[in-house]
Every structure is written in structure tokens, then in C-alpha cells.
Antibody
Framework: EVQLVESGGGLIQPGGSLRLSCVAS????????MSWVRQAPGKGLEWVSS????????NYADSVKGRFTISRDNSKNTLYLQMNSLRVDDTALYYC???????????WGQGVLVTVSS | EIVLTQSPATLSLSPGEGATLSCRASQSVSRYLAWYQQKPGQAPRLLIYDASNRATGIPARFSGSGSETDFTLTISNLESEDFAVYYCQQGSSWPRTFGQGTKVEIK
């Protein structure tokens, strides 16, 4: 069974930093591209970032470019999202998702909550 | 950035009825469009990819159609577990974008 378990969220002041982790199990992690998708409270889904297997190719939403960095450690089956210069509008539930095929996400974690507030 | 506009925002229907959800793209996405279902307190679930291909384990009452800029998700014979929010997502270009969602609620 595919499992994605996020951690690392919490309450952080504006301007602060957090690193989210997503531990994968039940599939060959280094065979799949991975993404982060977020959902602000009561709002819709927003794609944040994706990372491709086998290369260092990464993509980011304009809203996080230059502040967030996606990375992965295939030896630990773990995806990361380093979030710097956090803003109030970064408050959201952050989902880790497996990309199957070129763009769709067939497996999702339960999400980790990040709250940016003073 | 490709903007996806979903309509209607809310659809009020009774179990057994059919639902037709629309997703319109601001420019052509060919057939690179996926649909997801999200229930309260749950992560999204992939329903459809490449406009019309059902994901593994998705019932046949869910079907997708369309190409270029106009797409439709059809749910026939709504069951109680189908009342949820539905999102479309394009995979034609970066950044990937989602529609704002359509809520299918019980009438």
C-alpha cells in the first residue's frame, strides 16, 4: 500500500523558516516524480512545486519561487520542502503527492498544517 | 499561466441524479487535464487523467470528456459518497494549475 506521511508543520512567525518532510513507503520512491500541493483554510488546491526523478529539474509556483526549495533523499525515501521568508498567505495544509504519468497525482498524503502568524 | 475556470461553483442534486461539471481553460491544454474528488477532511483523490481515462479503482459512473479548452466531468446516478468537491488540473504547461472547484451537494 502506498503511503505518504508528512511532518514538520506548525506555527511560525512571518519571515521564519520551516522544513517539511514526506516519508514514502509502499512503492519504489526513486521511480516517481513528486510534488507539493497546498490548500489554504476553506480554499481550493494550489500546486506549489514538483521535482523530477533522475535529474535535478524542479518547478515552482510563482508565489513561492525564490523562497521555497524542493529536494529529495532517495536513500531515505523522503521528499522535503524548505520554506523560507514565510508569509501569512503561506498558511495552508501542505500535501505531498506522487506524480504518476506526466502531471497527474495518484497518491496523496494526509497533509501537514503550516500556520504563519504573529 | 493557464487559468482553469470551473462551473458551476455549487451543484445541488439528489442521489440518483446525474451531474455535469465543467472546466474551461484560458488556453488550449490539449487533453492534459485531470479531475480530482475531495471530501471534507480528506486528501484529494484522482478520478480522471488525460481528459477521459479513469484512474485505478474509479467506478464507471465517473466519465470525463473534452479537449483543448473545454472539459466535462459527468457523474451518472449520484451515490451518497459522491457528494464532495471536484477539482480539475492541467498538465500542459508550468506552472501546473487547478480550477477553483465545484461543490456537489445534496439537495
Amino acid at each position: 500500500e502506498v503511503q505518504l506521511v508528512e511532518s514538520g508543520g506548525g506555527l511560525i512567525q512571518p519571515g521564519g523558516s520551516l522544513r517539511l518532510s514526506c516519508v514514502a513507503s509502499g512503492f519504489t520512491f526513486n521511480s516517481y516524480d513528486m510534488s507539493w500541493v497546498r490548500q489554504a483554510p476553506g480554499k481550493g488546491l494550489e500546486w506549489v512545486s514538483s521535482m523530477h526523478i533522475g535529474t535535478t529539474t524542479t518547478n515552482y509556483a510563482d508565489s513561492v519561487k525564490g523562497r521555497f526549495t524542493i529536494s529529495r533523499d532517495n536513500s531515505k525515501n523522503t521528499l522535503y520542502l524548505q520554506m523560507n521568508s514565510l508569509r501569512v498567505d503561506d498558511t495552508a495544509l501542505y500535501y505531498c503527492a506522487r506524480r504518476s504519468g506526466s502531471y497527474w497525482h495518484d497518491s496523496w498524503g494526509q497533509g501537514v498544517l503550516v500556520t504563519v502568524s504573529s | 499561466e493557464i487559468v482553469l475556470t470551473q462551473s458551476p461553483a455549487t451543484l445541488s442534486l439528489s442521489p440518483g441524479e446525474g451531474a455535469t461539471l465543467s472546466c474551461r481553460a484560458s488556453q488550449s491544454v490539449s487533453r492534459y487535464l485531470a479531475w480530482y474528488q475531495q471530501k471534507p477532511g480528506q486528501a484529494p483523490r484522482l478520478l480522471i487523467y488525460d481528459a477521459s481515462n479513469r484512474a485505478t479503482g474509479i467506478p464507471a459512473r465517473f466519465s470525463g470528456s473534452g479537449s483543448e479548452t473545454d472539459f466535462t466531468l459527468t457523474i451518472s446516478n449520484l451515490e451518497s459518497e459522491d457528494f464532495a468537491v471536484y477539482y480539475c488540473q492541467q498538465g500542459s504547461s508550468w506552472p501546473r494549475t487547478f480550477g477553483q472547484g465545484t461543490k456537489v451537494e445534496i439537495k
